[in-house]
């Protein structure tokens, strides 16, 4: 069984990197870079930071709509469009796969993709002709379960399937608008140092990296970073897809805040 290419990417400030931000060029560029080096997929299968349900729910939609889940931006960010299909056969896939390793789960038919994910995709794969799938978060935000969403998620048998985690490894609201603080910057990059060597350092086994991410919140500025952690949890679904250091490491600026991306190929 082939195992599927794994990417948690920081996707930057709601529409804004669609809508010609040069504070999000690095982020546009990263994307565009990736998905031109690695193999086109034949499904997409998402965690995105703006999804929590419980249990754990995966979009069913033969033809998902857009969810525009962000307010306060120019008209024409209500008007974009990624008319991708779902893929109710690799939904279906997904939840075996959670069953198989005692994680509950339900389809839900209804609901379409949020920007956590069209915004992505749009630069990544702007034909939308590749079929997308959407899992949620649990809002009880473990991550300890969210590892094992991953874990469970290695078992799908489907060819040429990319799993991308959705966040954002730097998600202080309060602290976007600060961008002459060396406070607010030392803090900033503490942590993206402790996150790069936690998923990048080859040195470490399995253990003990799976052990850090759990213990998250005693890295440095932790808090600071990520508040609340659902920005960060789609890291934890992606490590556990791929029980490995990553391939590649992406360190950018991405809204005047250092963030990173990790690539497994």
């Given amino acids: 069984m082939q195992r599927p290419t794994v990417f948690f990417i920081s996707h930057g400030g709601g529409p804004m990197p669609l809508l010609g931000d040069v504070n999000h060029a690095e982020m546009r560029a990263c994307l565009e870079q990736v998905a031109a080096t690695i ?5 997409i299968l998402m965690v995105s930071a703006h999804w929590e349900a419980q249990p754990i729910s995966i979009t069913a ?4 709509p857009l969810i525009y889940d962000y307010y306060g931006f120019p008209e024409q960010a209500y008007q974009l469009t990624y008319p991708c299909t779902g893929q109710p056969q690799l939904a279906n896939l997904v939840q075996q796969a959670l069953a ?10 209804q609901r379409g993709f949020d920007h956590g994910m069209f915004v992505p995709l749009k630069i990544m794969y702007p034909e939308a002709d590749i079929p997308c799938v959407q899992i949620s978060l649990h809002p ?4 300890l379960l969210h590892v094992e969403i991953g874990k469970a ?3 799908i048998d489907y060819d040429n399937l990319l799993i991308i985690g959705s966040g954002f490894t730097f998600h202080n609201m309060r602290a976007f608008g600060v961008t002459q603080s060396n406070d607010v910057n030392q803090q900033n990059q503490a942590f993206e140092n402790w996150l790069v060597s936690t998923i990048a ?15 998250w919140q005693q890295a440095p500025a932790a808090r ?11 890291l934890h679904v992606c490590y556990g897809a791929a029980m490995c250091s990553s391939t590649e490491v992406f360190e950018l600026n991405i809204a005047n805040k ?8």
């Fill in 153 to 155: 998620l290695q078992s």
């Fill in 39 to 43: 193999p086109k997929p034949s499904a």
């Fill in 140 to 143: 009880s935000l473990d991550p």
């Fill in 201 to 215: 350092d080859q040195t470490l086994t399995e253990q003990q990296r799976e052990q850090q991410l759990l213990a």
């Fill in 100 to 109: 198989t390793h005692n994680i509950d789960s339900k389809l839900d038919p």
């Fill in 224 to 234: 600071f970073n990520h508040p609340r952690e659902e920005h960060l949890l789609p």
């Fill in 258 to 265: 250092r963030a990173s991306m990790y690539l497994w190929r």
């Fill in 61 to 64: 939609h033969s033809s998902p």
